[in-house]
């Protein structure tokens, strides 16, 4: 979604309001990009989830 300009500016917009929150990425947020090329590995994703939240 990040080849879309309005997705790609909201998305910054909400990691910036985590920051603000005390949220920050790699530390308690992860973050995936993706856009209509190159979409996102379900298996990294449970990779990620494997070894950062469970």
Known sequence: MLDH???A???VKKIELYE???IYPG???IL???TSVSVIRT???KNLTKKYLL
């Open 5 to 7: 300009p309005e997705y």
């Open 20 to 22: 603000m929150n005390g």
């Open 27 to 29: 530390d308690t947020l």
């Open 9 to 11: 500016r909201s998305a």
């Open 43 to 45: 298996d990294l994703m």
């Open 32 to 34: 995936t990009f993706e």
